[in-house]
């Protein structure tokens, strides 16, 4: 083995470790303690709780991984954008690891995760033009190379996962709200309600979904907890944000002509968004890109699948110097 590199992720509500393999790229260890249960309760991320949590679950996961200790060549951690509190717990841990095994420090940027998510035990091919659905971000972006990125379009307020939280949570579903729109929206029709679908009449190549959401929200109070209304609601809401994300994304692909689009983050697991895309790319002849379903969400894996990227181009931060940051350093204040 040529030696490998552990990987830390706590930007949001996952606790994960991974350790890789540097030149084979293979996921050697890989374990996620998921705190969503913790969190339903109160409807969304309490960050607090979530860095109580994250103090738990790393250390009792970095024990199971001790045997690879000998053969690592470096610490990767997610050091932005994400909750302060929660980054600071991975932060603390890999500069902790780092030091004493006088190891390299790699600090990784989360949305740059998400798109080597595409990459697990595999090579990265870039350029390559990404859509990141998340619940922190909406954003198209044209990826050059390992941190080098530039954002073509990006979400005006709410992001595309973070409405379907927001809209389960109105409709008393629970915590995270994506999977459980999705599922509910199965039994729904996606035309019972006319909900707008954002910017549809606006030349702006952006996103926004704190419209759809105000529209979704009167339809649920009209509704006054209609069990055979809530479907229709659900099916309807999905097919607008879908809608919205399809119409701005062409409009770009439109002008671009790129070869390949990659669609990653944790909502690209949503079958009615990837068949919307698959249709669109299919008829404009684009090769479309997706991460294997259990990556699509936050894991550590792709922190140390892009961590060997930056391995390879020696981007070391000492590690007294990295720094837990909540914004994104590299793609402006996205
Ligand atoms: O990438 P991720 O795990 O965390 C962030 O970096 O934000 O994404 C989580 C988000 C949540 O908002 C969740 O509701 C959404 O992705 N999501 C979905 C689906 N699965 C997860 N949204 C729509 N449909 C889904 N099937
Ligand atoms: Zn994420």
């Given at each position: 083995m040529s030696g490998a590199i552990l990987s830390i992720e706590s930007s949001c509500d996952d606790s994960s470790v991974a350790v890789t393999d540097i030149e084979t790229k293979r996921v050697l260890f890989h374990k996620k303690i998921s705190q969503?249960?913790?969190h339903a309760l109160y409807g969304g991320v309490v960050p607090e709780l979530a860095s109580r949590l994250h103090a738990v679950a790393l250390p009792s996961i970095l024990e199971r991984c001790r045997e690879f200790f000998g053969s690592l060549k470096a610490v990767a951690v997610?050091?932005?954008?994400?909750?302060?509190?929660?980054?600071?717990?991975?932060v603390a841990m890999a500069q902790a690891l780092a030091i004493s095994m006088n190891l390299p420090l790699i600090g990784v940027n989360h949305l740059v995760g998400h798109v080597y998510s595409l990459f697990i035990e595999s090579e990265s091919v870039f350029p390559l033009t990404v859509l990141l659905v998340s619940g922190g971000h909406t954003m198209i972006m044209e990826v050059y190379d390992y941190n080098e990125v530039k954002v073509l379009a990006s979400?005006?307020?709410?992001?595309?996962?973070?409405?379907?939280?927001?809209?389960?949570?109105?409709?008393?579903?629970?915590?995270?709200g994506g999977p459980l729109i999705e599922e509910l929206a199965k039994k729904g029709d996606p035309y019972r309600f006319s909900f707008p679908v954002p910017l549809k009449n606006s030349?702006?190549?952006?996103?926004?979904?704190?419209?759809?959401?105000?529209?979704?929200?009167i339809a649920i109070e009209k509704s006054e907890g209609s069990k055979e209304l809530a479907p229709h609601i659900a099916a309807s809401f999905q097919r607008a944000a879908i809608e919205h994300l399809v119409d701005k994304s062409v409009k770009i692909l439109d002008l671009k002509k790129p070869e390949r689009f990659a669609i990653v983050g944790g909502a690209s697991a949503n079958m009615q968004l990837r068949d919307a895309f698959l249709r669109e790319c299919d008829t404009r002849g684009i090769e479309l890109l997706f991460a294997p379903l259990e990556y699509c969400s936050d894991n550590a894996v792709m922190i140390g699948r892009a961590a060997i990227d930056g391995y390879k181009k020696a981007l070391f931060t000492p590690a007294t110097k990295l720094k837990a940051n909540p914004k994104s350093t590299i793609f402006g204040d996205a």
């Open positions: 969503e249960s913790d997610t050091s932005e954008p994400g909750l302060s509190v929660t980054l600071m717990e991975g979400t005006l307020d709410d992001s595309f996962g973070e409405s379907f939280d927001k809209v389960a949570k109105m409709m008393g579903l629970g915590y995270p030349k702006k190549i952006a996103f926004s979904y704190s419209g759809l959401k105000n529209a979704v929200r």
